[in-house]
């Protein structure tokens, strides 16, 4: 049975990447152009709280995933923590180029192989989660997220930070996220959350860390650049070990 729970985990981790999510998006918008306006009004007048899209339009509903029990709350935090640390592009290209000496050819470049290293991820993610439990590949990737950032922060080269896309490339956030947005959703829908409503919940919390996050790695980086540049690539590691934890 333990065996089976498990597997029914790794499949739900697979199926709750992006394009699972988008899809979901997609089909509340098609239910939504179907339904003429009288139909749509007694759709939402509906006792049982109507469509479970309806309630995705609301900006902040995304706090109710933090509202609704403690594992649902750190589960949603988890999956925010992810994103927001790969939210730091803009500051790369800043580190790179005044940091590690990059040109903005090797800029470019880098650009690419961060691309390069995600496609090549999206390849490995189902193959390695059927090849161990969901504890050790949220682990391992997790460690490997440590490791980019790490050789990252120290980066005085070109050749050296662009070496930190290695580690990327099941480092990256959607897939260190991959088993824990699959059990936020096995909780929202059990806290009464619609489909619809989880998804739309999932992308407007990572909206809000992804314009809050440029906001602190600049300042970070402004504040530390001549005593200790790699200070946003700190603050990363910090919120993967809480993320962790």
Same mark, same amino acid.
């Given at each position: 049975?333990?065996?089976?729970?498990?597997?029914?985990?790794?499949?739900?981790?697979?199926?709750?990447?992006?394009?699972?999510?988008?899809?979901?998006?997609?089909?509340?918008?098609?239910?939504?152009?179907?339904?003429?306006?009288?139909?749509?009004?007694?759709?939402?007048?509906?006792?049982?709280?109507?469509?479970?899209?309806?309630?995705?339009?609301?900006?902040?509903?995304?706090?109710?995933?933090?509202?609704?029990?403690?594992?649902?709350?750190?589960?949603?935090?988890?999956?925010?923590?992810?994103?927001?640390?790969?939210?730091?592009?803009?500051?790369?290209?800043?580190?790179?180029?005044?940091?590690?000496?990059?040109?903005?050819?090797?800029?470019?470049?880098?650009?690419?192989?961060?691309? @390069?290293?995600?496609?090549?991820?999206? #390849?490995? !993610?189902?193959? &390695? +989660? *059927?090849?161990?439990?969901?504890? $050790?590949?949220?682990?391992?990737?997790?460690?490997?997220?440590?490791?980019?950032?790490?050789?990252?922060?120290?980066?005085?080269?070109?050749?050296?930070?662009?070496?930190?896309?290695?580690?990327?490339?099941?480092?990256?956030?959607?897939?260190?996220?991959?088993?824990?947005?699959?059990?936020?959703?096995?909780?929202?829908?059990?806290?009464?959350?619609?489909?619809?409503?989880? @998804?739309?919940?999932?992308?407007?919390? #990572?909206? !809000?860390?992804? &314009? +809050? *996050?440029?906001?602190?790695?600049? $300042?970070?980086?402004?504040?530390?650049?001549?005593?200790?540049?790699?200070?946003?690539?700190?603050?990363?590691?910090?919120?993967?070990?809480?993320?962790?934890?």
């Amino acid at each position: 049975a333990a065996a089976r729970k498990e597997e029914q985990v790794k499949k739900a981790a697979i199926a709750t990447m992006d394009k699972a999510l988008v899809a979901l998006s997609a089909r509340g918008h098609a239910d939504v152009s179907e339904l003429k306006p009288i139909e749509l009004w007694r759709a939402l007048s509906r006792k049982d709280g109507g469509l479970g899209w309806a309630a995705s339009v609301n900006p902040f509903g995304f706090l109710r995933l933090f509202r609704s029990g403690r594992e649902l709350a750190c589960l949603a935090l988890a999956s925010t923590i992810s994103d927001v640390c790969d939210g730091t592009y803009e500051i790369d290209r800043h580190f790179g180029i005044d940091i590690a000496g990059m040109t903005m050819t090797q800029d470019g470049l880098h650009a690419s192989l961060r691309g @390069a290293s995600t496609v090549v991820g999206g #390849r490995l !993610v189902s193959p &390695v +989660l *059927a090849s161990m439990t969901n504890m $050790r590949f949220t682990l391992v990737c997790n460690l490997l997220g440590l490791l980019y950032f790490g050789v990252k922060s120290g980066a005085r080269t070109p050749i050296v930070y662009m070496a930190a896309q290695l580690p990327y490339v099941l480092g990256s956030g959607r897939y260190r996220s991959a088993v824990v947005d699959a059990q936020l959703v096995k909780y929202a829908l059990r806290a009464g959350m619609k489909e619809g409503e989880t @998804a739309a919940a999932q992308f407007n919390a #990572r909206a !809000v860390g992804m &314009v +809050l *996050a440029p906001q602190v790695y600049s $300042r970070l980086f402004m504040a530390f650049r001549e005593t200790m540049p790699g200070a946003p690539y700190y603050l990363c590691m910090v919120l993967m070990f809480v993320q962790q934890a």
